[in-house]
């Protein structure tokens, strides 16, 4: 009778109960007509006449790519300006609610160029599912090759695997978000492209930890070599280099790696680039020593680099209200400003306060009109705006495409234009920006009166660039401005202190620690493409320069002593160090725990000891975090010291784990006890969902010899465990106060993960 019921509970529990569901956005049910009702492409045009793989064709490969849904019908149209390579390329695009493909195939080769794939894993309210990692990474890199050997074959043999020790550290949404393997397969090759403009020449794929999958496929690849010229010695380039681009001293902000909260006081450091902050760096043209842009323009009237005068600046402390500013007061502020800019059409579309930290007092709010939209952000702890920004609607293209009144303004106009505006709109800020741009000219074949210019403004404080605050202006060809932004923080700005290395000491500094390289751009790579472009592939004239080497994680300079910083102003992590940032010690469980490791499942630092035996406070914490923490992951509390720090550290995860039930607040109490399997149980059984069956206890009959030495109100927990085969018996014993190994734990949740997929 016993086993019977036992049976029969484990078909109740695993048909009828559910996962708790955790607060996931909700996906549009439907997208109006979507490109899956029917083949839609572009006219046959020229240049599509001659291809060797039809549209047809085209479409039969993409879908032999992965598992095309019955009702594949997607858009496709010819590109005939794809770079790098100089190829004609079929782009296919398929969508339909919760999922969305896109393929691009060479249409002279048949050579699959991109593939993409996508479920939505932010399914409606009580439709969440589990993503639960199967293959480690290394066992996944196995696919990942495969799978490029049957694309590119012979360009496969021609590349290194690039070691990328990545780790995605905790996820919002736990065990519900998917879990990928990406994996870099570079082109052996002396001279890589700049980086910045579209990645090193290889190969990339994205393996599905879950089932072995891949889910994306790309192909950067050219066989077109740099022009064979004279270049300039590399000695010459790194004085063009230190005399126009870097390095350049700058105030920055840091934060914290582990709760991502920005840091109160700004910090000195000399950037590399001085234009790392406004786009694509400008680089040195190899043959003769030029600046060129991506594009491969001259980029002329940069001013030289210098020395800075420091004499006399001073320290500058924002003040703050006695009180912070209440939600109300807060969204008048932001309405004030909004009026301010003559934007008064504009209605309050959605107000959040969860974007940030919550202990920084930042409140958002978002306006909307037929003309636009608005956002701004307020700083409650000083009543001041932090950031602001609007975007006006210039209407349709075919609309906005006509005759210009007057002569188009060229850059400088436009620029000026763009001065008057701060003057007027800004003025207690106009005094504090300096242009960080260099000329930019629109493209004269494109007739929209509306392209605008775009100028950056950054903030300088003591005569030194802030690069984290910045004014952004959009003016058109007619002189209209069609959007701004601007971010003004209130922090702490030190004065220089006399140590202070000179920009020509941190330039040697750079120069010995990080240093330029031989690379190439390919300017063609910024022309447009599309259905209406050049039918003949044109050539993509590869051009030699010299440029900054990308070093991983190093992001400035100190300006006192010299190291090399990341952008948390700590010391940057190496090729050799960069392993996951957490350090697994034991074999109970461990593929499990490797599993989870790479789903981030851990805080990063941490360190796991399989065989020690965990608090319930523990257990709570890591099955917490595989439900999912929600926004309080983002949730910091201030810094605190003695007992009250530990305390602190927990209190989001108790928080979390009571609204997902996994504890009731009298239990929130009592953590700290060394966990026993009888415990386990209840906190399994509970991130199963059971609770509302497995707490009856009275209705439960043990099959286990040792049943009455489990505590009152755990039966139920323990025969619900051992019925679902999450937790087994020893010698027909369930052993209720057995300590539990950490890594049992992590063994017995992958196991109750499985059951709930």
């Known amino acids: ?70 009702d594949f019908k ?90 990328d020790n990545y780790y995605p550290g905790i996820k919002a949404a736990g065990l519900f978000e998917p879990v990928n393997y990406f994996f870099r397969f570079v082109k052996s090759a002396e001279i890589q492209p700049v980086e910045y403009y579209y990645g090193e020449e290889g190969i990339n794929a994205t393996v599905d930890a879950t089932d072995g999958s891949i889910i994306s496929y790309n192909l950067n690849w050219s066989d077109d070599k740099p022009i064979d010229e004279k270049i300039i010695s590399k000695q010459q380039a790194e004085e063009i280099y230190v005399k126009y681009i870097g390095p350049e001293l700058a105030y920055v902000r840091g934060y914290d790696e582990n709760s991502g909260i920005p840091m109160d006081t700004a910090r000195l450091v000399y950037l590399p680039s001085r234009f790392a902050y406004v786009g694509p760096p400008i680089v040195i043209r190899a043959s003769d020593g030029t600046l060129i842009s991506p594009s491969g323009v001259e980029v002329k009237n940069i001013p030289t680099l210098d020395e800075i005068n420091l004499a006399g600046e001073k320290t500058f402390i924002p003040s703050k209200l006695n009180a912070p500013l209440t939600e109300k007061q807060a969204q008048k502020l932001a309405e004030d400003e909004i009026k301010r800019f003559g934007l008064d059409s504009m209605a309050l579309q959605a107000y959040n306060e969860t974007p940030y930290p919550k202990t920084l007092d930042l409140y958002f709010f978002n306006f909307i009109s037929n003309d636009g939209n608005a956002n701004a952000t307020v700083d409650a702890s000083t009543g001041k705006i932090q950031s602001f920004g609007f975007w006006k609607n210039t209407g349709n293209y075919p609309e906005a495409q006509q005759n210009l009144d007057s002569p188009a303004l060229n850059w400088e106009d436009a620029k000026n234009k763009a001065l008057e505006y701060i003057k007027k709109y800004l003025p207690d800020k106009a005094d504090q920006v300096q242009s960080t741009g260099y000329s930019q000219e629109t493209d004269p074949t494109f007739k ?143 593929r499990e725990a490797e599993l989870f490791m790479n789903q981030g499942m851990f805080e990063s630092g941490s360190s796991i000891d399989l065989e020690s035996v965990p608090t319930i406070m523990d257990s709570v914490k890591f099955l917490t975090t595989c439900l999912g923490i929600g926004p309080d992951i983002y949730a910091l509390n201030e810094t605190k010291t003695g007992e009250s720090e530990k305390a602190d550290a927990n209190k989001r995860y108790i928080d979390a784990a009571m609204v997902h039930g996994l504890i009731t607040a009298a239990e929130a109490s009592d953590l700290e006890k060394p966990l026993d399997r009888q415990h386990m149980a209840k906190l399994i059984i509970r991130f199963l969902g059971y609770e509302a069956l497995a707490s009856k206890g009275d209705i439960f009959k043990l099959d286990a010899n040792d049943g009455s030495d489990i505590e009152s109100g755990f039966e139920g927990y323990a025969a619900s465990a051992m019925a679902l085969g999450v937790m087994k018996k020893s010698e027909n014993k369930f052993l209720p106060r057995e300590k539990v190994k950490f890594g049992e734990l992590i063994k017995t949740l992958y196991k109750a993960a499985e059951i709930s997929k």
């Open 448 to 590: 929209d009166p509306y392209q605008p210019f775009f100028f950056n403004f950054v903030r300088i404080v003591n005569g030194i660039p802030y690069m984290a605050n910045s004014i952004n202006i959009g003016v058109t060809q007619k002189g209209e401005i069609t959007s701004l932004n601007y971010s003004w923080d209130d922090i702490i700005f030190p004065a220089p202190e006399k140590n202070i290395l000179s920009r020509q000491k941190a330039a040697g500094i750079m120069m010995e620690k990080m240093g330029i390289t031989l690379s190439y751009i390919m300017p063609k790579m910024y022309g447009y493409y599309g259905p209406d472009a050049p039918q003949k592939p044109q050539q993509s004239d590869k051009i030699l320069v010299y440029t900054l080497k990308n070093l991983l994680d190093a992001a400035y300079i100190d300006s006192y002593t010299g190291e090399l910083l990341n952008y948390a102003l700590k010391e940057p992590v190496t090729a050799k160090s960069a392993s996951p940032y957490i350090t697994i010690r034991g074999e109970t469980g461990r």
């Open 74 to 163: 997607p858009e496709i149209y010819l590109n005939t300006g794809w770079q790098p390579g100089n190829r004609r390329v079929w782009s296919i695009n398929f969508y339909k609610p919760y999922f969305s493909a896109y393929i691009a195939i060479d249409a002279d080769s048949s050579e699959v160029i991109s593939f993409n794939k996508n479920e939505n894993w932010a399914y409606p309210y009580g439709k969440r599912k589990i993503y639960l990692a199967k293959y480690t990474r290394e066992e996944a890199r196995v696919f990942a090759e495969n799978f490029i050997k049957k694309m590119a074959p012979d360009k496969f043999t021609k590349t290194t695997y690039a070691e």
């Open 1 to 70: 009778m016993k086993r019977a019921l036992t049976s029969l509970l484990a078909i109740v529990l695993a048909a009828s109960l559910a996962l708790p569901a955790y607060g996931a956005g909700m996906a549009p049910e439907a997208a109006g007509k979507t490109a899956a009702e029917a083949v839609t492409s572009a006219p046959i045009s020229n240049a599509s006449k001659d291809v060797k793989i039809t549209r047809e064709k085209a479409i039969e490969i993409a879908k032999q790519l992965f598992d095309a849904p019955e």
